[in-house]
């Protein structure tokens, strides 16, 4: 009986058309196991060859990082210093520490400036030299009140208050009373219409007081005696007397 198929007898010797079938389901003279190792040879054959060729990639990759990784770490090593030894930017740059600043010389101290010369003491006046203003005191001497158009004394007392005699001027030029009114103004002066002029040197024991009288006519007056002269207002007045350079206290005095 003559096979399923197209009609065709298979001829020995001939290979039929490879399929997936005829893969899986070898056809030949020889054994179906022959043709089985055969393949499985060709597959082992097959696979060890990829094996081998994928291992000798990760191979040669792992061996480019590993040398770049070897590289690197030995730039670090280099870099990094040594135990104990200091990095190399500081080998080149000496450290601010181990610089030495050098030190300011000490200015020297000031000199002590000189203590001042102690004041001497001014010498004592020798007897019958010159009484000077400070050895002299100035007094006005007057009534206290007087009337209006009185013709009052008023005196000016000169005293030696050294403890040494000494010589004075009192000429009449040197010696005046002047007379002020309550606002300061002046009202009179014992030298303003009759001065008078003397020569009259004195020498003046320790505490010894002269008394030099002065007229006051009971009018007013200015230095140049050309104003009228009339009787000052009732009120109060003051009295300072001079002599020469010496100036005394004002003296009270009450016109009414």
Known sequence: MPPAGDGVPPQVGVPSRTT?????????????????RRRLLVLFLLLA?????????????????????TTAAAATTEASP??????????VVPSLAGVRTPTPAPEPAPEPAP??????????????????????????R????????????????VTNVSSVPCVRVLDEGLQEIVMFDGAGNRVWGSNDCFPENSSDTRTLAPGESVALPLVWGGLTSEPSCTAA????????????????????????????
């Not at 997936?20 to 089985?36: I, M, N, S």
């Not at 060729?53 to 590993?66: H, N």
């Not at 040594?82 to 080998?91: H, I």
């Not at 003051?238 to 003296?251: C, I, K, P, Q, V």
């Open 142 to 157: 007057g009534p206290g009140s007087v009337p209006v158009g009185a013709k009052p004394t008023f005196e000016l007392v």
């Open 20 to 36: 997936v079938l005829g893969v899986l389901h070898p056809v030949g003279p020889l054994p179906a196991a022959v043709y089985w």
């Open 49 to 69: 060859v990829l094996g081998g060729g994928g291992w000798l990639m990760v191979a040669a990759l792992s061996g480019g990082a590993g040398e770049r990784t």
């Open 229 to 256: 002269r009339t009787a000052p207002a009732p009120g109060q007045y003051a009295l300072r007397g001079r002599l020469d350079t010496e100036f005394s206290a004002d003296a009270p005095l009450s016109i009414g």
């Open 115 to 140: 203590e001042p010369a102690p004041e001497s003491a001014p010498a004592s006046p020798a007897p019958g030299d010159p009484c000077g203003d400070d050895m002299i005191g100035l007094d006005v």
């Open 82 to 91: 040594a135990a104990g030894e200091p990095p190399a930017l500081a080998r």
